[in-house]
């Protein structure tokens, strides 16, 4: 597809001088004409963007000067040039300095170099208007960049050559505690207090040549007492020069109550004999975990994701009880209700390819039940 063709503006109170102008301009360009400001001001709105304006100097309505000094407030991108009849070098500074002129061309013009000029004019407009998309690709791809580094499930703090944070994702900046973007501060600044200076120095510590790959720290991080595992990365340019480091801080607070949680599903799908007791004692610990989470004021995906599964695993639990308890008091419980409650524990149990064999003997038996009416009269589990 052929490219659309740039555009320009000629301005002139003679009419012979607009024409003129267009048949010089018009098979490279696009030529719009007008003969007063006023209407040219119009057009650079109606038909931007316009690549190129050339003006006349002595108008009715305002000169070229007050009309160019207009055009660079509404339309900075557009190449200025102005045409007199008349050598004025104070007009000429004004055009400059006001107008932000790119060319002052006194008449008669040569036709050939002011194709030149124009041609120069309408090639520093394209370039304009590429640098000014180059800038609003590049912000949004850093906002793009921002969204993302936020929403890693770690804090990442990134540091240059001189110890100066030039990124600090949310996660970091909340396990900090920190009130505003740090970004710009040096890193000794921002974490020289308490707690915050044990997380720096064992950054520091990773650019020994006997440190291991990472520290766990145990901090106290305003009201919340915070377990981090900190780590280092350098960072290099192209050449294998180094630029900086980035500091990871994964949170890990989580961890021992994670492990017991996995001990408590095992001993639920061990059970030997029955399951009763079993889903009451982790009925009765997973309540505790979920007050201790819900206490430590800490918010990560870690966190996040211990919770949701301990809350799925309560619900599994409370209604496979429920189930149980229908089937020992009552001699005909409702039986869409039971297998209601069974559903629902089958989609909340955090390990579906992992139901526990008597809890299948709980699901077959609602089944006969629900098709048969014969209620087995005692507990299943």
Not at 202 to 223: F, K, N, Q
Not at 227 to 253: H, K, M, T, Y
């Amino acid at each position: 597809m052929t490219p659309p063709r740039s555009r320009i503006l000629i301005v002139d109170d003679e009419e012979a001088i607009l024409e003129t102008m267009t048949f010089t301009f018009e098979e490279d360009y696009e030529v719009l004409t007008a003969g007063s400001a006023h209407r040219a001001l119009e057009l650079l709105d109606e038909h931007a963007p316009v690549a190129a304006v050339i003006t006349d100097q002595r108008m009715p309505e305002m000169t070229g000067v007050e009309f160019l000094k207009t055009v660079y407030e509404s339309h900075p991108n557009t190449t200025r040039i102005i045409l007199t009849g008349y050598a004025d070098g104070d007009a000429m500074v004004q055009a400059i300095n006001e107008g932000h002129v790119y060319a002052y061309v006194s008449k008669p013009w040569e036709p050939d170099e002011l194709k030149q000029l124009v041609q120069r004019a309408v090639e520093l407009h394209d370039l304009r208007m590429r640098n000014d998309q180059l800038l609003v690709d590049l912000q949004q791809a850093n906002v793009f960049l921002e969204a993302a580094i936020d929403e890693l499930p770690m804090g990442a703090l990134v540091v240059d050559a001189h110890h100066v944070l030039r990124a600090a994702n949310r996660p970091a900046r909340e396990y900090l505690g920190l009130k505003r973007d740090p970004v710009g501060l040096g890193l000794r600044d921002v974490l020289s207090e308490g707690a915050l200076e044990e997380i720096r120095a064992a950054a520091d510590r990773m650019g020994g040549d006997h440190s291991g790959p990472y520290e766990e720290l145990e901090l106290d991080v305003g009201a919340i007492a915070l377990r981090l595992r900190v780590s280092a990365r350098a960072l290099s340019d192209a050449s294998g020069a180094p630029i900086g480091r980035v500091i990871l801080l994964r949170e890990i607070s989580h961890e021992p109550l994670r492990r017991r949680f996995e001990e408590i599903l095992h001993e639920i799908q061990s059970a030997p004999d029955s399951l009763r007791e079993p889903l009451e004692r982790a009925q009765k610990e997973l309540a505790s975990f979920a007050g201790k989470l819900d206490q430590s004021g800490i918010e990560s995906p870690g966190m996040a994701e211990l919770s949701e599964r301990v809350s799925r695993t309560r619900t599994a639990l409370e209604n496979w009880l429920a189930v149980d308890d229908a089937f020992a008091r009552e001699s005909y419980p409702d039986a869409r209700r039971l297998v209601e409650r069974m559903r629902v524990a089958q989609s909340r149990w955090p390990l579906p390819e992992q139901v526990p064999e008597r809890v299948r003997a709980l699901h077959r038996t609602v089944e006969r039940y629900y098709e048969t009416g014969e209620s087995p009269g005692k507990s299943a589990l």
